[in-house]
Structure formats: structure tokens, C-alpha cells
């Protein structure tokens, strides 16, 4: 395991903002840690990069427990923040060569990794542009470069595509996909759902400084999301018809749209389809939806993701 | 040594890019300096001769 976190504990104040956590992660996967904002997530990730002291529990990464061989830790691993930490009168190349001289590497290293930068994050374009001129996911990508320039076996993301438009924010989910087929152990923070599902292998979902639910994202939707959803739209005047006529089955009307949730969907879909049909009922939109990782957050800790982000 | 120097070549640069930093440390002393002597600079001399 590259990362062991067991019974970790971190107090601010009477605020309990990691409570008892315990995790691992493997080598070469994507790991994410999914939560509302104040979950803790960003105070577990600070832990493990040695920015923040425990009060008790222990934690290793990449072998190095973390209070004894801090320095061999930090070594281990590059650390993303959410905010962009370059310096914007300087160009990126320069910015690069700056975080490889606190790493001490050689010219032939650096060259390397800059090399890969370009390759694998596609910085190339820009390097010799100063960071003042960047667009923002250009800034992004450069910091995310910057920060595995002396090539760390684990990167540590906080929240990386927070504020990026959908398209930007795809683009970056490629980019962190592509770290592991260079055989890196990611581990990321979120509070979008979809990204977790997207991006990780194995997702930890936090709620007020615990770990309430860990699993790969199909299978946490599977056995705590609950039952697939028949998403139908029929003309408001028929909405009551169809309710009637769809008695037997367990519905629930959000949004002028009935809900019909099934084990069997497929099944389930082309009987209602048929039902309605037969009594004379249209339907505008008839789909199959699956439960989502905010429906796992909602039966977990009784309110939504979004609320508090 | 390699991060003392890093930081080094990072600071200067960031100095030298900043016409702000430069205006208040190099030609604003300057300036002052030109300033004041104009002003004062021929009473002294002349204190001097009148001692």
C-alpha cells in the first residue's frame, strides 16, 4: 500500500475536523476523497503532505511514516493546491526550474521532465510564456506540472478543477488519467460527484471529518445509491392518468416527472411504455436513470453534496 | 545549495520585472537625492566657506 492512514485525528479548537479516519491506497490507482466543503478533506490531504500536524493516529506514505522521516515523505510526493502557486512574472519554464532547484534536480533531469510536461500535459505550448499571460486552465496545467517536476511516485490534488468551465474540466480529467499510465498513485479531493465517478478508481466519501462509505463509485451506487430510476415525462393534463394507471409500481412525481424506481429497468421500462401506451397515454420522455454518488451522500448523511459547497 | 540559488535567480528576476519595485527602489532615491541636492546642495557650500 502506498498510502496507510489509520485512526487519524485532528483537532481546531473543539472542532473535530478529522475524525478517526482510515484509509489505504494502492499503487497506481486514483484515489478520491468526495465530501461537502468542511468535510475535512483538504485538512486530511495537508496531513499527508506534512503541512499540518496530527493529534493522534498514524499515517505512512509511500513507507515513510509521516511523523518520524517528514522530509522523505515530502520527497515522495507533489502536492497541487487548489490555488495556483506560480510566480507570474516569470515564465513557466522558469517557474519549472525554480520548484526543480528546491528538489535539487540536475539539468539532464530537468529537461526530462520538462519534456514530459509538454508530452503528457500538454504545457509545451506555453513554457516560455510568462504566467501573467495564461488563460486559466493553462495556469492550472502549468501548476499541476510544477508540482510533479521532480517526478513523484503520488500526486496529491485538492480539488483541481474547481471554477474550470465543463470542457476545460474534462480536459483536466484526461490529463490526471494519464498520470496513471505513468505509474502514478493519484489521490484526489472533490465535492463533484461526477468527477469522483469519472476519474477514480475508488472513491472515500467524507462527511464531518469521517469516512462514511468507501468503495469503487459503481459499486458504493449499487448497494447504497439504491434501485435504478424510470425517469417519465407525459403531458400535465395526463400526469394524474398515468400516475393511476402506474399504481403497482413505486412512483414519486419530482418536477412534473414521475419516477418509477426498479431493480429490473429494462424490464420495468418496456412494461410501463406499454401500459401507458395502451391506455392512450403518450409519453414525451421515457429513461433509464442510475443512482448517482449524491445519492449515496444523500442516504448517507441525510442532506445533498451541493448544499453546502 | 542548488535551492539557494533557485531562490535567488526567482527573487531577482521577480525584481527586475516589476518596473513598480524598481521605480520605488532605484529612481525614486535617485530622484530624491538629484532633489535635495539641487536644493540644498549650495548652502552647505557655502556654510562650509562662511565656517
Not at chain 1, 475524525?19 to 478520491?32: A, N, P, R, T
Not at chain 1, 509511500?62 to 512574472?89: H, M, N
Request: hydrophobic share 40%; glycine share 6%; with cysteine.
Amino acid at each position: 500500500m502506498i498510502i496507510e492512514v489509520e485512526d487519524l485525528v485532528k483537532h481546531y479548537g473543539e472542532v473535530k475536523a478529522v475524525d478517526g479516519v482510515s484509509f489505504v491506497v494502492k499503487e497506481g490507482e486514483i484515489f478520491g476523497l468526495l465530501g461537502p466543503n468542511g468535510a475535512g478533506k483538504t485538512t486530511l490531504m495537508e496531513i499527508l503532505c506534512c503541512l499540518r500536524r496530527f493529534d493522534s493516529g498514524k499515517a505512512t506514505v509511500y513507507g515513510f511514516d509521516l511523523a518520524k522521516d517528514s522530509l522523505k515523505v515530502r520527497a515522495s510526493i507533489g502536492f497541487c493546491p487548489q490555488e495556483t502557486l506560480l510566480y507570474d512574472l516569470l515564465s513557466v519554464r522558469e517557474n519549472f526550474a525554480f520548484s526543480a532547484s528546491l528538489y535539487s534536480l540536475d539539468s539532464k533531469k530537468f529537461n526530462e521532465r520538462v519534456e514530459f510536461s509538454s508530452k503528457v500535459l500538454g504545457v509545451g505550448e506555453f513554457l516560455n510564456r510568462r504566467v501573467q499571460q495564461l488563460s486559466g486552465g493553462m495556469k492550472r496545467r502549468a501548476n499541476l506540472a510544477a508540482s510533479i517536476i521532480h517526478d513523484p511516485p503520488i500526486v496529491i490534488l485538492d480539488e483541481p478543477t474547481v471554477g474550470f468551465d465543463p470542457n476545460i474540466k474534462r480536459e483536466f480529467w484526461e490529463l490526471i488519467k494519464n498520470l496513471k499510465h505513468y505509474s502514478k498513485t493519484v489521490l484526489l479531493s472533490t465535492h463533484d460527484m461526477y468527477e469522483a465517478d469519472e476519474i477514480c478508481d475508488r472513491v472515500a466519501i467524507m462527511n464531518e471529518g469521517k469516512i462514511v462509505a468507501l468503495d469503487k463509485p459503481y459499486a458504493l451506487k449499487k448497494t447504497i445509491g439504491g434501485d435504478d430510476a424510470i425517469h417519465i415525462r407525459v403531458k400535465d393534463s395526463q400526469t394524474k392518468k398515468a400516475i393511476t394507471i402506474l399504481k403497482e409500481y413505486k412512483t414519486t412525481v419530482i418536477d412534473s416527472e414521475i419516477q418509477v424506481s426498479a431493480k429490473n429497468p429494462w424490464e420495468v421500462m418496456a412494461e410501463v411504455s406499454n401500459k401507458l401506451v395502451s391506455q392512450g397515454i403518450l409519453t414525451e420522455k421515457i429513461e433509464i436513470v442510475e443512482p448517482t454518488l449524491e445519492d449515496v451522500f444523500i442516504k448517507l448523511a441525510g442532506r445533498k453534496l451541493a448544499e453546502e459547497s | 545549495m542548488n535551492s539557494i540559488i533557485g531562490i535567488a535567480v526567482k527573487d531577482i528576476k521577480t525584481f527586475f520585472r516589476e518596473r513598480g519595485t524598481i521605480f520605488w527602489t532605484i529612481a525614486f532615491p535617485v530622484m530624491i537625492l538629484l532633489l535635495f541636492t539641487a536644493i540644498f546642495g549650495r548652502e552647505i557650500l557655502s556654510t562650509q566657506t562662511w565656517e
